[in-house]
């Protein structure tokens, strides 16, 4: 068991009933080995995190799930299953449709729901590196400093404005600004 906050991502389809199920399975205590502070192996018992939270990716048949309905509608559904309503949001992958520049607008799009009054949005995700972009591994010669291999990202500058926009948008929602 993990002692600390742990996130479930909807399917690649965008199916909300996997990350629902992984959340309650989590909630739950386990059994299973490890090891001892001592290193010595063991079966251990977890009581059960309760900590855990869904993360909004978008997906490929559901389209891009960030909107205010998709939350109210996550939200929704958490409550139902009787589960802590705490939704995390990907800004990258199929909520921006794998397109590094549309990041800033989807985290865009959380602020104002934040601005609004949203308090289940406890996160979000947000691909971001020291220069914009990806590249690939092919050539090692022409690898340039401070840009991904992995997934596209935006850059530090923008990451700067994005995350004062949303820590922005709070200060709104907790009557600070």
Do not use: W
């Not at 990350?19 to 290193?39: E, N």
């Amino acid at each position: 068991g993990l002692s600390m906050p742990v996130g479930f991502k909807n399917g690649t389809d965008g199916n909300l009933q996997i990350a629902l199920d992984a959340v309650k399975a989590a909630s739950h205590g386990h059994c299973f080995v490890g090891t001892t502070k001592q290193g010595i192996v063991a079966i251990v018992q977890s009581k059960g995190n309760k900590n855990c939270h869904v993360i909004l990716r978008g997906g490929t048949r559901s389209g891009p799930n960030y909107d205010a309905a998709h939350v109210a509608e996550t939200k929704e559904q958490l409550e139902k299953a009787n589960l802590p309503s705490n939704i995390m949001i990907d800004c990258s992958h199929g909520n921006s449709n794998k397109d590094h520049n549309r990041q800033p607008i989807v985290a865009a799009e959380i602020a104002t729901q934040i601005r609004n009054g949203e308090e289940n949005i406890i996160g979000v995700m947000i691909e971001s590196h020291i220069k914009a972009g990806k590249q690939s591994l092919t050539d090692m010669a022409k690898l340039q400093y401070g840009v991904s291999i992995t997934d596209a990202c935006i850059d530090l500058d923008m990451t700067e404005h994005v995350l004062s926009n949303l820590a922005g948008a709070k200060k709104v929602q907790m009557g600070r600004a």
